[in-house]
Nanobody, 122 residues
Framework: EVQFVESGGGLVQAGGSLRLSCAAS????????IGWFRQAPGKEREGVAC????????YYGDSVNGRFTISSDNAKNTVYLQMNSLKPEDTAVYYC???????????????WGQGTQVTVSS
């Protein structure tokens, strides 16, 4: 069974940093895309970052580009999201999931984790 578990969320002040982890089981990072998404209350799920496991190409949402970095440790079957210069508008539940190709469209992803809450105070 493919399962993703997110961790690393928490409460941080504006301008601070957090690193989220997405640990995969029953799955290896070969020829898939792993994406980070977030969803704030009352808002649609938003693509944050995406990484292609085959060529390590990365893609970012406009609102986080230059502040967030996605990376992977294939030996640990884990994908990370380093978040710097956090803003109150980054507050959301953050999820990871897998897709057969590189895309920022959340409906193309599957095997969603339970999410980890990130709260940025002003």
């Amino acid at each position: 069974e493919v399962q993703f578990v997110e961790s690393g969320g928490g409460l941080v002040q504006a301008g601070g940093s957090l690193r989220l982890s997405c640990a995969a089981s029953g799955f290896t990072f070969d020829d898939y895309a792993i994406g980070w998404f977030r969803q704030a209350p009352g808002k649609e799920r938003e693509g944050v970052a995406c990484l292609s496991s085959s060529d390590q190409n990365t893609y970012y949402g406009d609102s986080v580009n230059g502040r967030f970095t996605i990376s992977s440790d294939n030996a640990k079957n884990t994908v990370y999201l380093q978040m710097n210069s956090l803003k109150p508008e980054d507050t959301a539940v953050y999820y990871c999931a897998v897709a057969p190709r590189t895309t920022m469209r959340f409906w193309e992803y599957d095997n969603w984790g339970q999410g980890t809450q990130v709260t940025v105070s002003s």
